[in-house]
C-alpha cells in the first residue's frame, strides 16, 4: 500500500510536466497562425508520417479585431471572450482538427491568454473574431462576462497602471502588460471562468497549454485554476492524464522573477537557450561551439525536465519578447538550420520547432518596422490557406521550417535516439564538435573557417550510414552523403566549411 500511494505520489508530481506525447514523439512544433482546416490536414499528410508530437496552435479564443488599416498577427493576444472563433476558424473546424489530429498520435497544445484582456484603448463595440460586444473603458466582456470587479486596477501601484519596473514584482503581476487590463486571478470567479475555458478545450481533446505571459501572473493564483483542471479525455488520453503545462516566463537573469518560481505549476520555456545558442553559432562574444560540450544545466539553464526549448519563438523572431538580436531565424537559414539541428540532437529540454509565415521585414535604426504584419491574408483580412508546392515545401509565403529536410530529418533523429545518454563529445577547441547519443545516432558540426578531416569515435555499430542532412534513406539508397562506420565504431567525416549545410548526421534508422 505504501509502495502504491508512493507512485500514486510520483505519478501526480510528474503530471503536467509530461508532453503527453506519444511514446517515440519526442518534439512539437508550433504553426503560428495557420488555420484549424490547413493544421487538420498537415497532422494527417505530413506531421503523423515524420514523427512530430504535436502542435503548438495560436490563440484559438475570440480577440480584438485591429485593423491599421491591416491586421496585426499580435491581435490575437488580446482577448474579447473564450468562445472559439479567430482568425484560424471556428469552434466546429477547431474540434475537426482536434479529433483528425488526435486520430494519428499528433496532439493539440493551446496558446491560452488568460492574464488580460483586451487593450485600456481597444473602445467600445463589436469589432472582434465573433461580434461579441465589449467594452474596454468600463471593463465590459459581457460574452464571459467580466465587469469592473475582475480587473487588478485597484490593486497596481503605478501612476500609470502600467508595468514601470520589471524589477518589481508587485508591478509585474498586478498592473497592465502593454495597457492589457490585467484579470484579478485572485478572485475565484476569475480563476474559475480561466479554468471553463480551458476544460472546455480539454473538453474537445486538446493535451496541454502554453501558458502566455505566466511572469504577470502569481504562481500561487495560477495554482488555483490549474488545479480546478480536468483529465485529458481518456478517448485518446490513459485514464488520470493531467494537461501538459508550459509557461511563458523569460528569465534571462537580472530580474528578481525567476523561471524556478513556476516550476511547481509545470515546465518553463527556456530563453536563455535560444539566445545563446545563436551567440554560439554566430561566433559572437567569444563564444564557439567548443564550449557547447557541458551544454544545459552547466550554462546555467533550469532543470531539463522542468524547460521547454526553441531556437526561436514568435515573438523574438520579429524583436519583440526577449532574446536580442543573436536569435536565429529562418532569415539566417544556414545557421538557423544548424542550431535546430543541435538542439534536436541533444538531450537537453523538451524541444519546440517554430513554423512562420514571411513577412516585409524592414529595418529602421536597427527595429523592424514591419514586425507587426499579421499571416499571409486575402483582401478581406482572411488567413491565406497553407499551399504546397510539389517540391513538399509551403507556398504562399508560409516559411514552413518544420518540412525544411534537415529540419524535419533531425526531428526523427531526436525521437530515434530518445532515451540515449549523451556520449563520445568530441571539439577541436574551436567550431568544430561532434557527439552521440549511446549507440543509436552521432552527428558533426564544422562552424569553422576551414575545412574539417577527423576520423570520430561515433559509439554505433558498424556499417554504411545515410547523412539525414544532405539527403536521407530512400529504400536501399541514399541521397546524400554516405558515412562508413568501422567495427570500432570509429567513421571518418570530412565537411567543407563551404558546404551548403556543413553539418552531418546519422542514426540507426539511416543505415544501409
Ligand atoms: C500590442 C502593441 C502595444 C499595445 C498593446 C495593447 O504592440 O503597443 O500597448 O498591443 O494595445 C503581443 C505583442 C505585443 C502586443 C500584444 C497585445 O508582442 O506587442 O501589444 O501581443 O496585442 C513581455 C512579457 C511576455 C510577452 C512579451 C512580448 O513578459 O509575456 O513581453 N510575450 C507574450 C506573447 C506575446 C504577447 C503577449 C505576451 C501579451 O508571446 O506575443 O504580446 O499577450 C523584458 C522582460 C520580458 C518582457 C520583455 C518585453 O525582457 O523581461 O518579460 O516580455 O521585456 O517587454 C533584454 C532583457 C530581457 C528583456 C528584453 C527586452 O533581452 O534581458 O529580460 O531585453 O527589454
Redesign the pocket.
Known sequence: MRVFLLLVAFELSWAQYNPNTKPGRTSIVHLFEWRWADIALECERYLAPNGFGGVQISPPNENLVVTNPWRPW??R??PISYKLCSRSGNENEFKDMVTRCNNVGVYIYVDA?VN?MC?A??GSGTHSTCGSYFNSETHDFPAVPYSGWDFNDWKCKTGSGEIEN?GDPYQVRDCR????LDLALEKDYVRSKVAEYMNHLIDIGVAGFRI??S??MWPGDMKAFLDKLKNLRTTWFAEGTRPFIFQ?V?D?G??PIKASDYYGNGRVTEFKYGAKLGTVIRKWSGEKMAYLKNWGEGWGFMPSDKAVVFVDN??NQRG?????SAILTFWDSRQYKMAVGFMLAHPYGFTRVMSSFRWPRYFENGKDINDWVGPPSNGDGSTKSVTINPDTTCGNDWVCEHRWRQIRNMVIFRNVVDGQPFTNWWDNNSNQVAFGRGNKGFIVFNNDDWNMSETLQTGLPAGTYCDVISGQKEGNGCSGIKIQVNGDGTAYFQISNSAEDPFVAIHVDAKL
Not at 177 to 180: A, G, K
Not at 320 to 324: K, S
Request: charged content about 20%; overall charge negative.
Open positions: 499580435w491581435e493576444y488580446q491568454v488580460h487593450g484603448a481597444a520589471y502588460l502593454v495597457s492589457l502566455d505571459a511572469k504577470h511563458e523569460i534571462l537580472g530580474e514568435h515573438d519583440h519578447g526577449a532574446g536580442g
